[in-house]
Structures are given as structure tokens and as C-alpha cells.
């Protein structure tokens, strides 16, 4: 299965990089395709709220690491990918008005890491809403067994972690 993945994947970039040398021919000499392309700007308040999310997923992180390192495991280390994927579920659940780990859009947990291309050998998901802080949502989720297990499972060594108008997202993967 993860070969088929591996071909699909190939497949892809083969395509998109076909794709983006037709383009580039297509521009005037001198202009680079990323300049062609338009860049939507953000408001300053859409940067403010971009840079809280942000610092909330770090933090979040952060105090993850910090019960890992309590308990003598290894820290995890963020995945590009799976942050992604974390962002995209607590906007799917914020925007289509539920709490749980089945999305309507993109089905279990583990069906959203294929569609996002997340290879794995071991994955866990963990969800929470209403709090405030990322220290509120670490000390909830350490004070709850089956979410403290995937926090603290030796298998898992990568995270990606989502928060968005209150609603949290932790996403981990061992390879």
C-alpha cells in the first residue's frame, strides 16, 4: 500500500512540475512563475489571528514536550504536513458545527492522513474545545487517560497540532 502511495505520489510531481514548466514558458522572458502567480493579501487583523493560532499550536508543543520529557520519552518533533492537517480539521469542525474525531468532509482521522498524504505506521488524534489557553488544553487532555496515552505514547515521534476560534487539534504519527 505505502509503495502505491509512493507511485501516486511520484505521479504528482511529475505532473506538477510539467505544469509549472509549461508555464514558465508561457511568461515573458525574465519573469519568474512565483511572480506571475497573484498572492492574496491578509489584513492585518487576519495576521494578528494567524500569528495566535500559530503560537497557540507552538505552545501547545512546547507543554507536550514537557510531560514527554517527565515521563523520559523523546520529544516530538513538528510535521509540516500533519499541522497542516490539524489546521484544516478545527476549521472543519468550527465551520461545519461539530465536535468529533469522524469529519463529516474527510471521514476518521486516519482517512484525512491519506488524503493528505501522511504515510504511518502509528497515529492518534486528539480533540478538545472551549478552552482558552494551550496550558488549559494540555492540563485537560493530561487529565483525561485516553488522551494522556496518545501524548505520551513512545510510538508516536512526529505531531502536528491545529487550534482555531476555540476549537483544538493534535495529530500524531509514528513512522
Known amino acids: 500500500m505505502q509503495k502505491n502511495r509512493h507511485r501516486t505520489h511520484l505521479k504528482i510531481i511529475a505532473v506538477w512540475t510539467a505544469v509549472s514548466l509549461i508555464l514558465s514558458a508561457m511568461l515573458p ?17 487576519q495576521l494578528q489571528y494567524a500569528k495566535i493560532q500559530a503560537d497557540n499550536a507552538a505552545q501547545v508543543v512546547k ?3 514537557i510531560e514527554r520529557q517527565k515521563a523520559g520519552l523523546k520529544p516530538l518533533v513538528v510535521h509540516t504536513n500533519l499541522t497542516k492537517m490539524a489546521k484544516t480539521k478545527v476549521v472543519d469542525m468550527y465551520n461545519h ?11 476518521s482521522p486516519f482517512d484525512m492522513m491519506d488524503s493528505f498524504n501522511i504515510t504511518f505506521e502509528y497515529a492518534g488524534e486528539n480533540l478538545a474545545r472551549g478552552q482558552r489557553t494551550p496550558a488549559e ?17 513512545p510510538n508516536y515521534t512526529l505531531i502536528g497540532v491545529g487550534y482555531y476560534n476555540g476549537y483544538w487539534s493534535q495529530e500524531f504519527i509514528g513512522k
Open 29 to 45: 522572458a525574465g519573469t519568474s512563475y512565483a511572480a506571475a502567480v497573484p498572492v492574496p493579501s491578509l489584513s492585518k487583523a
Open 63 to 65: 507543554l507536550v514536550n
Open 97 to 107: 458545527k461539530y465536535f468529533s474525531h469522524t469529519s463529516p468532509s474527510y471521514g
Open 137 to 153: 488544553v494540555v492540563k485537560d487532555w493530561m487529565n483525561s487517560p485516553d488522551h494522556k496515552a496518545n501524548m505520551l505514547n
